[in-house]
């Protein structure tokens, strides 16, 4: 069975810093692995999409990397700014099903 | 959240009571699925469909039905509310891999 983690929970960085945001899965043979954004009391935005054939992606200020042997992927964030407060999200979709399993998420907040 | 509408925002029903969570999509997607986002626990799968007519169990499945009659709409029946189904409850829809997600819908059961 598919888990996924993410650690930190939350954290909390000054404006401007670079900031890696980590997301770990237990079973390597993953379809693709999908990044999202959530605001307050709001839907998911989706971010970053990986396929299994990719090591990484980039969109603007983020980039994320995907590593399926040792079950990682990972969200830059470069020079971060107060509007990039919100929870990140990893959903990983597994090889032969149409399920999306999501990690618990990371509260991130940037101070001005 | 555009293209993928939820209703209603808000609901308290006692225990034992029914409703439907409506969603609807204009955006023809194949796929839909329904999650709870419980503290701690991120977003839980509970039913999907890749089409109209099909649809099938997630995670957590129990205590809740779905139907696809149509391309554009995939409601979620609770036939009996428990308050253990006290969470919000996010529709999605999919295109080239990319889930489109509603605006979500607050449920408490009392």
């Known amino acids: 069975k598919q888990e996924v983690t993410q650690i930190p929970a939350a954290l909390s960085v000054p404006e401007g810093e670079n900031l890696v945001l980590n997301c770990s899965f237990t079973?390597?043979?993953?379809?693709?692995l999908q990044w999202f954004r959530q605001d307050p009391g709001k839907g998911l935005t989706s971010l970053l999409l990986i396929q299994s054939s990719q090591r990484e992606q980039t969109s603007g200020r983020l980039n994320a990397s995907l590593d399926k042997s040792s079950g990682r992927s990972t969200l830059y964030i470069a020079a971060s700014q107060p509007g990039d407060s919100a929870t990140y999200l990893c959903?990983?979709?597994?090889?032969?099903?149409?399920?999306?399993?999501f990690g618990t998420g990371t509260r991130l907040k940037v101070l001005a | 959240n555009a293209g993928v509408t939820q209703t209603p925002k808000f609901q308290v029903l006692k225990t034992g009571q029914s409703m439907t969570l409506q969603c609807a999509q204009d955006m023809n997607h194949e796929y839909m699925s329904w999650y709870r986002q419980d503290p701690g626990m991120g977003l839980r799968l509970i039913h999907y469909s890749v089409g109209a007519g099909i649809t099938d169990q997630g995670e957590v499945p129990n205590g809740y039905n779905v139907s696809r009659s149509t391309t554009e709409d995939f409601p979620l029946r609770l036939l009996s509310a428990a308050p253990s189904q006290t969470s919000v409850y996010f529709c999605?829809?999919?295109?080239?891999?990319?889930?489109?997600f509603g605006s979500g819908t607050q449920l408490s059961v009392l």
């Open positions: 959903a990983v979709r597994s090889s032969g099903t149409y399920k999306y399993i």
């Open positions: 079973d390597s043979a993953i379809y693709n």
């Open positions: 999605a829809s999919k295109v080239e891999e990319k889930l489109f």
